[in-house]
């Protein structure tokens, strides 16, 4: 995540976030867990598709959330403003666990990151409320601190306190960052139909003989978007095509741009390809944008770490 001090007092700061994306370049189903999850391996990478976000501490004890925009396609009602966005979630989580009752919060928040489509805006939104919170109340989290809260509030949330590409086991939770080339070109499209987390992990069967993630993470090291694009991998994705049409005309329409692999990311319903560069890319994304005006098309790059950890 990007993070800027705007204004700075000497208990408190006024900080904005610019939150990224990610998408799954692998995502594999390893079991189900006695606490209800399943146990995966997932190597995510964080991309240039960000929500920005604006926390300005006070002393009310009130935490308020207000939209200031929104991406032509996303509705409003698709973001909650209370308890049931984790912006606000974590904010009050924190504030129980290291702060008092009069800290309080007033956020502004400006989403281009698509709701309920397998890009993770809401985990990254999260992480980017534990840093900011940290700075502008003036918290002093330790790591360990940070990467706690994350795990509490959310599966993904912990890997966009790192960005870049990580591989992610447990439940996602336990984080592994992972050398990789940055700038690697990708098209993101966001049909209209979405899918619920909860529904394509539930009908998804826990394979009887896993894809081990570990040939996957050669490509990543050795750097080639050929050979990524070449070993992706998502478990979930039959599944949403059983599901939802618009996932299987995704696929067909990314076989038509000449790009070198594509797949679902995370649970859907969103679909990207990566290219061999932005020109490419651009190319590619004006095509599908023109075959259906409705799909949200983003054409984005992964980010390095350096380029998404909070300074």
């Known amino acids: 995540m990007l993070v800027r001090t705007l204004s700075k ?4 700061s006024t900080v904005q976030v610019s939150a990224p994306a990610k998408v799954n370049l692998f995502l594999e189903i390893l079991g189900r867990r006695a606490d209800g999850f399943h146990e995966l391996a997932t190597v995510m990478t964080s991309v240039s598709l960000f929500d920005q976000i604006e926390f300005s501490p006070n002393e009310s004890g009130k935490i308020q959330l207000r939209l200031s925009s929104l991406d032509s396609k996303i509705s ?12 606000v979630k974590t904010l009050l989580k924190l504030r129980r666990t290291y702060g008092n009752a009069q800290l309080g919060m007033d956020v502004v928040l400006n989403k281009r990151i698509p709701a309920a489509a397998g890009l993770g805006g809401a985990s990254s939104d999260a992480a980017a409320a534990i ?5 502008a109340w003036g918290l002093d989290l330790s790591a360990t601190d940070r990467s706690e809260v994350a795990a509490q509030i959310g599966s993904d949330v912990p890997f966009f306190l790192y960005g870049g590409t990580a591989l992610c086991t447990g439940r996602g939770e336990q984080v592994r960052p992972v050398e990789a080339l940055d700038g690697i070109a990708l098209v993101i499209v966001k049909p209209v139909s979405g899918l619920s987390t909860q529904r394509v992990f539930r009908e998804c069967v826990v394979p009887e003989s896993p894809v081990d993630v570990d040939e996957f993470l050669d490509a990543v090291t050795c750097g080639s978007p050929e050979r990524i694009a070449g070993c992706m991998h998502n478990r979930l994705q039959p599944v949403a095509e059983s599901l939802e049409q618009e996932v299987l005309a ?6 038509q741009t000449g790009c070198l692999g594509h797949q679902m990311s995370g649970s859907g319903t969103s679909y990207f390809g990566i290219f061999s560069d932005v020109d490419a890319a651009g190319i590619a994304a004006e095509q599908l944008g023109k075959q259906n005006p409705d799909w949200d098309v983003f054409n984005v790059q992964s980010l390095g770490q350096n380029d998404v950890i909070a300074a």
């Open 250 to 255: 995704l696929a067909k329409a990314f076989d």
């Open 76 to 87: 409003a009602t698709e973001i909650p403003v209370d308890q049931n966005n984790l912006i």
């Open 9 to 12: 007092t000497d208990s408190c």
């Open 131 to 135: 840093v900011a919170a940290d700075l």
